[in-house]
């Protein structure tokens, strides 16, 4: 994975060239004007060959919001217009005490309602509270943050790319019924494990030597169907009424969106205390996770 930072001249598709539409492109430019040429083959910056090789996953958009997915959708997406970059991933703004409000209880439950995911880029420095002999311990807030997300049995924390791989995987599934047997395909170049499905009441799903996974049901109504190689097919033995499964969408991303997202988020910045370039010194919102209680 691969987080661009705003002044990194080896940034690629990154200010101006950020977004296709002409007056968008000379918008932004206004705003960060600095040449940036991690895309160019003709810039000593160029690394897009080494990106596109070893490199799977790349930030673009974050915004305010907790689940990164009603933000940004069709996250990881390709762009074919920018080849170098293999998928993008939008995130969340984690920095300071924003971090504490993306993790707060009510989010999570929201989180949780939502069938949601959310990826936070954050600064952890900014949790480390400083003690005596120049020693650090957790900012009490992020831990009391954290051990509310940890105490939820319905959560899957995983790396960032593990997370986006099963994403696109599940998003590149197809399903096929052929009398009684449910055909399901890994198109995908990600094995799936511990693929799971949530049937109706009145559907009974079983495997080919007729154990009835319905009996290993949790509480939360899902299945645990097995494991899914890459390029691989699953058959299952249904009973019921299995008129179609429902497989997440996919979407194309939305650039105006994900834009007014940010937007908002610099304004967010702007408003408690961040000044960009002209700033010295953590913001308010970073600063005063520092102050003694």
């Not at 940010?262 to 967010?268: D, E, P, Q």
Request: a positive charge; charged letters at 25%; one cysteine or more.
């Amino acid at each position: 994975m691969n987080v661009m930072h705003s002044k990194n001249h080896e940034n690629i598709y990154w200010g101006k060239y950020w977004l296709s539409n002409k007056l968008l492109s000379k918008l932004v430019s206004i705003y960060e004007p600095l040449e940036f040429g991690g895309h160019n083959p003709s810039s000593p910056y160029f690394w897009g060959d080494i990106c596109k090789e070893k490199t799977r996953y790349v930030r673009n958009f974050d915004s305010m919001q907790t689940n990164t997915l009603r933000f940004d959708p069709s996250t990881p997406y390709h762009d074919p217009r920018k080849p170098y970059v293999n998928f993008w991933y939008s995130s969340a703004f984690g920095a300071g005490t924003t971090m504490l409000k993306l993790l707060g209880e009510k989010e999570i439950d929201s989180l949780a309602e939502e069938d949601g995911a959310s990826i936070i880029h954050c600064y952890l420095r900014h949790f480390a509270k400083p003690e005596a002999e120049g020693e650090f311990s957790v900012h009490p807030l992020f831990r009391k943050a954290i051990d509310y997300l940890a105490s939820r049995d319905d959560g899957w924390y995983v790396p960032g790319s593990e997370l986006l791989d099963r994403i696109r995987a599940v998003r590149d599934l197809t399903i096929s019924i052929s009398g009684d047997t449910l055909i399901i395909t890994n198109n995908s170049d990600v094995n799936i494990y511990n693929l799971s499905g949530t049937p109706s009441e009145e559907v009974t799903i079983s495997d080919l030597r007729g154990n009835d996974l319905n009996h290993w049901k949790n509480k939360y109504g899902q299945i645990d169907m097995g494991y899914l190689p890459a390029g691989d097919s699953l058959s299952l033995k249904f009973k019921g009424n299995l008129k179609k499964v429902i497989l997440p969408a996919k979407k194309k991303p939305s650039y105006i969106g994900m834009l007014y997202g940010y937007a908002k988020r610099l304004i967010w910045q702007y408003r408690n205390g961040r000044l960009g370039k002209y700033f010295e010194g953590d913001p308010p919102y970073v600063a005063v996770l520092k102050r003694p209680e």
